[in-house]
């Protein structure tokens, strides 16, 4: 059974950096469009990166752009997000997901969490001002 594992949240203060990592099952990681996506208390989801399946190919959104990268190894079938001068607002249960079909990269898809198929369970990232 194919599934997404994040890792790497913490508890961290303003200014501080942190990589999350998004261990995938299955050989099948090489072949999909991945995305970070998050969630703070009281709010919506919301887009925060995604790469295409060769990883040529990424999208930030807004309030990351900058500070944030997204990456893959394809080998090691794992999806990161690293992440710098992290603010309060960054607060959030972190996702990684999987797009739900192969060889996509059009932005539409990749920013559209509608899109994906496969979630993890979301780490935590707190950050403290």
């Known amino acids: 059974q194919e599934q997404l594992v994040e890792s790497g949240g913490g508890v961290v203060q303003a200014g501080d950096s942190l990589r999350l990592s998004c261990a995938a099952s299955?050989?099948?990681?090489?072949?999909?469009?991945m995305g970070w996506f998050r969630q703070a208390p009281g709010k919506e989801r919301e887009f925060v990166a995604a790469?295409?399946?060769?990883?040529?190919?990424?999208y930030y959104g807004r309030s990351v752009k900058g500070r944030f990268t997204i990456s893959r190894d394809n080998a090691e079938s794992t999806l990161y997000l690293q992440m710098n001068n992290l603010t309060p607002e960054d607060t959030a249960l972190y996702y990684c997901?999987?797009?739900?079909?192969?060889?996509?990269?059009?932005?539409?898809?990749?920013?559209?969490?509608?899109?994906?198929?496969?979630w993890g369970q979301g780490t935590q990232v707190t950050v403290s001002s």
């Open positions: 997901a999987r797009l739900g079909n192969a060889h996509y990269s059009g932005e539409y898809y990749l920013r559209n969490q509608n899109k994906y198929s496969l």
């Open positions: 299955g050989r099948t990681f090489r072949n999909y469009a």
């Open positions: 790469i295409s399946y060769l990883g040529g190919v990424t």
